[in-house]
Every structure is written in C-alpha cells, then in structure tokens.
C-alpha cells in the first residue's frame, strides 16, 4: 500500500515510518524536518512540509491509499493555546476529500474526546492541569473526524513509553472496556500498521494498553 505519514519525523510517526517499511509498504513521510529522518529505503519517500499548509498536505496526497496522522507537541506548548491538532485535522479532512483519499488512521491519546470519562477522578484534575489543552484540542480533532466522511480510526494510546516493542497489547474497542495504561510506542505503531490493511476497526475507537 501507498501510506502517507505526517507528523513523521519523532515518535510514534518515526516508529510506524520504520514498521510500515518493514511491512513492505511504500511510506511517504511528511513533517517539517523529513530531511533529517534517521532512515533509508528505497520505499522511503521523505517530504518536508508543514501539516497546516493545504497545499503541502494535497501534494502529500498525490497516489495515497492511506493516511496515518501522528502529530504531537512539545511540553512547552501544553501551558499555552493548541490548536495543532484540530487545526491540522481540518487542512488533512478537506485535501482528502479534495484527492480522493477516504482511510485515515489518528492517533489521539486516552483522555480525549469520549474517553475522558475513563481517567479516574483521582487523576483527572492533575490531567487537566498539564495536558487539558493539547487534549480539549485533540477532543475537537477527534469530533471533526467523526463528522467526516472518511474510513476513519481513531487510536487513543494509554501512557506512552520508550519501550521495545512486544506485541502483547490488549485493543480494548468497546467504551466499556475502556481504562488508562502504559503502551510504547512501538507498540502503538504495530497497531498502526496493522490498521492499513486490516479493517476491522474503521469508523471505530480502539484504546492500547499494555
């Protein structure tokens, strides 16, 4: 598959660019320091870009099948206004629609949107501290992309850590089931990479836990 990748340069986006080439897919990695990726295969196709400008983002979008959304922010940014994501989400939905792309896979973080109710009370407070910006934004981000049109998944990882990655997760996909946990990220971005070809999980909201 042809998969497109932004917010591809750092964390999660930088594990699933490697997974998915691994995979056999051909990875087309945007972020604003593409040149600068640590990785090199023939299937690699690096594009610096910003994920806020349409016309970067369309160019991106040129012969994908499917889109993998990665983005993050840096601790400095918590304490101020974000808009990253839902800012970010609406150039991506509109160029989508504008080349034709209907996949898309976002990963969001436990605490967003529906799944707040699922951080306990005793944590709660202490979350919305430090993280009720960047996470009041990505609710926003995950709202916009349910009200699209497209072949959505939406994953919203647990506590993230720099651990290997193990394959041994649980994919809680009932809100029921829903509660907060550790994940590395490698193991996010093999769920990830799972996802491009898998579907059962479109139009769907799976939590990762350890």
């Known amino acids: 598959m042809r998969v497109l990748i932004i917010g591809a340069s750092k964390g999660i986006g930088l594990e699933t660019t490697r997974q998915a080439l691994d995979a056999g897919h051909h990875v087309r990695a945007l972020a604003r320091s593409a040149a600068g990726m640590a990785l090199s295969d023939p299937n690699l196709e690096k594009v610096r870009g910003d994920a806020l400008k349409s016309q970067d983002v369309e160019a991106a979008l040129i012969g994908v099948d499917v889109v993998i959304q990665t983005l993050g922010v840096g601790l400095g940014d918590l304490f101020r206004p974000v808009h990253l994501f839902s800012d970010a989400t609406r150039v991506l939905i509109a160029a989508m629609r504008t080349q034709g792309v209907k996949r898309l896979i976002c990963v969001t973080g436990l605490g967003a949107g529906d799944s707040l109710a699922s951080i306990s009370c005793l944590q709660r407070l202490p979350f919305q501290i430090v993280f009720g910006r960047a996470y009041d934004d990505k609710s926003l981000q995950e709202r916009l992309i349910k009200e699209s049109e497209l072949d959505w998944t939406i994953v919203p990882p647990g506590v993230l850590t720099s651990g290997p990655r ?45």
Do not use: C, M
Not at 189 to 200: G, K, M, S
């Open 166 to 210: 193990t394959g041994r997760y649980k994919i809680l996909s009932e809100a029921s089931q829903w509660r907060n946990g550790i994940i590395s990220r490698s193991d996010v971005a093999e769920f990830l990479v799972r996802q491009i070809e898998d579907q059962t999980h479109v139009r769907q909201t799976p939590v990762l836990v350890s």
